[in-house]
Nanobody, 125 residues
Framework: VQLVESGGGLVQAGGSLRLSCAAS????????IGWFRQAPGKEREGVSC????????YYADSVKGRFTISSDNAKNTVYLQMNSLKPEDTAVYYC???????????????????WGQGTQVTVSS
């Protein structure tokens, strides 16, 4: 099983980035993919999640209206489009896979089965 994030980087406030999470080694359609982030000295925070089964998406209040999650099931890849970035969005972003039957717990990091290594997003003011 492998989850590989890409697309992080340094961007000015108000800018955009698109993160990608390429998955392999499991049945993609049976899982949801979530994005979490962790800033230095802070707990890991759920950002967004998408069910690969029916496309239902969930967002944290802090990113609603600015971030969009999408899934390309043909490519086993989930994307997180991040617009209107703020300095407080600075963190390491991780993608993770959640068994579909546990979708009600999409906001709980401990429920996820597999994790990527993370990609750094830095937003300068």
């Amino acid at each position: 099983v492998q989850l590989v994030e890409s697309g992080g980087g340094l961007v000015q406030a108000g800018g955009s980035l698109r993160l990608s999470c390429a998955a392999s080694g499991f049945t993609f359609d049976d899982y949801a993919i979530g994005w979490f982030r962790q800033a230095p000295g802070k707990e890991r925070e759920g950002v967004s999640c998408i069910s690969n089964n029916d496309g239902t998406a969930y967002y944290a209040d802090s990113v609603k209206g600015r971030f969009t999650i999408s899934s390309d099931n043909a490519k086993n890849t989930v994307y997180l489009q991040m617009n209107s970035l703020k300095p407080e969005d600075t963190a390491v972003y991780y993608c993770a896979a959640l068994s579909g039957f546990k979708i009600r717990w999409y906001h709980i990091a401990d429920e996820y089965d597999y994790w990527g290594q993370g990609t750094q997003v830095t937003v300068s003011s």
